[in-house]
């Protein structure tokens, strides 16, 4: 309702700019010409914010209807990708919805991002992670270039990341219970877009 509002405002305010700048121009003093002149800038300017905080409210609802789709742990939402595809694909697609590929930052996190991704995509599957070592093989940061601080490398049969320089993307591992592994970026897997909330 709200948002109905907002744009019924900014109608009229943009028919009211438009009025003003389509009149004949009529021979007044200068000193009206001025004071004119700064009221349609004041008008410019409240239009504008209007405008952005339309915007605010549709980035709002987008990211609640987000949150529907997927699910919501620890002040984010979580929306998965069954489409597999290369790393960098995953991560384009996810930036291009607003978010970046998730990356776990507590134990609790990836436990539930593991039940999430056993849930939706079955118990064997693996989803690409936000991490990964491409500028500095060993050296594992997230999409932001932040070194990575909460990791679950898997150490069960071969102590992970175990791929060297040919392996630099993490996926989470549904059937190692939620257990990271790196992988050659050019596999394709499906992914979990994360985004957080405002």
């Known amino acids: 309702m709200e948002l109905r509002g907002a744009r019924l405002f900014v109608c009229i305010l943009i028919l009211a700019h438009g009025s003003l700048q389509q009149s004949p121009p009529k021979k007044k003093p200068l000193k009206k010409d001025v004071s004119s002149s700064a009221a349609i800038e004041e008008l410019q300017k409240q239009i504008d914010d209007i405008v952005q905080e339309v915007t605010l409210l549709k980035e709002q609802q987008a990211l609640q209807t987000v949150c529907l789709k997927g699910i919501k742990i620890h002040g984010k939402c979580f929306l998965v990708d069954p489409l597999k595809k290369r790393y960098h694909t995953a991560s384009e697609d996810c930036i291009a919805k607003g978010g970046t590929l998730s990356v776990p930052v507590t134990r ?3 436990e539930q991002l593991h039940n999430y991704v056993r849930m939706t995509l079955g118990p064997k599957e693996q989803v690409w992670l936000g991490v990964n070592d491409m500028s ?3 050296s594992w940061i997230d999409q932001t270039g932040s070194t990575v601080r909460y990791k679950n490398w898997d150490s069960r049969v071969t102590p ?3 791929g060297g320089p040919v392996q630099n993307c993490a996926v989470l591992s549904s059937a190692a219970s939620g257990k990271w592994f790196d992988e ?6 499906a992914s979990v877009c ?5």
Do not use: A, L, M, Y
Request: glycine residues 4%; proline residues 5%; negative net charge.
């Open 108 to 110: 609790e996190e990836n």
């Open 184 to 189: 050659n970026c050019r596999d394709e897997k």
């Open 160 to 162: 992970q990341p175990d």
């Open 194 to 198: 994360e985004f957080n909330i405002v």
């Open 136 to 138: 500095t093989e060993g």
